[in-house]
């Protein structure tokens, strides 16, 4: 015999918006001290879904924090001006 369908979970739609709220007010606020960390390729990941729920804002804001951290002449974020600047002896 075969198991029986499972119904899916009923997700409050209400709940899920107030917890993504809260999440990009968190990944605001620390994206100064750990935003630098990420790759940017996460970085990125993580733009995006504050984009997707709306938080336009924060996503720049965490944007901004991984970009201090793109130290390479090849990071992709270095057109930001949180970007650190290339060291003297680098020349393109």
Do not use: I, N
Request: with cysteine; aromatic share 4%.
């Amino acid at each position: 015999m075969s198991a029986a369908p499972q119904a899916a979970p009923v997700v409050d739609l209400s709940r899920v918006l107030d917890a993504a709220a809260r999440a990009a007010d968190a990944l605001t606020t620390c994206a100064p001290l750990v935003a630098g960390h990420f790759t940017c390729r996460e970085a990125d990941a993580v733009a995006e879904l504050l984009r997707t729920l709306g938080q336009d804002e924060a996503a720049e804001t965490w944007l901004d924090g991984h970009a201090a951290g793109d130290d390479e002449p090849d990071d992709a974020h270095r057109d930001r001006d949180t970007a650190p600047a290339l060291p003297a002896w680098y020349k393109p």
